[in-house]
């Protein structure tokens, strides 16, 4: 489901999820953001039913460790957790991020409409044309498929063993 409303606030929500690299750190830093309402761990762009973490480390199962981001557009925009998204990790190392090194660790923007698509794309060429990386940018960009929450010791991870930086992402 794309949209939801967000009954305590009678607020529209919309989905974005993004693989960066190791979970823990990206649901930190956009849990963080103003705007966004929820964000989830979890497993998105393979295809076995109801993956475990182990499952997904394999290898071998198509998904990459990724988190979904729920937000309200009225109070941050899609292209403002794009920006977010290219900020906090290496766009340019593919199947790996940081210390984090296999297919489940690539970098991705999935979307869930041809305007997140849309925006997706646009935004990867500023990045690509940008000159900020001395490498060819690897991110794919992909439709967005069945959302697999990951199991709970991974939710909100950082707050619960009062992390400040974790795999590769500093946090304030």
Sequence with gaps: MLDEQDPQKNVKLVKAAFAAGC????????????????????????TLKNPTYKDV??????????VEVEFDPAAVSYEKLLDIFWDIHDPTTPNRQGPDI???????????????????????????QSGKYGNPVSTEIVAAKEFYKAEEYHQRYCKKHGMKATCHIPLK
């Design 57 to 66: 480390c394999s290898g071998n199962t198509g998904y990459a460790v990724s």
């Design 102 to 128: 296999g297919s489940q660790y690539r970098s991705i923007v999935f979307y869930y409409t041809p305007q997140q698509e849309e925006a997706a794309l646009a935004s990867k060429s500023n990045v690509a």
């Design 23 to 46: 979970f823990w750190g990206v649901e930190e830093v956009f849990s963080q953001v103003k705007g966004v309402v929820k964000a989830t761990s979890g497993y998105a762009g393979g």
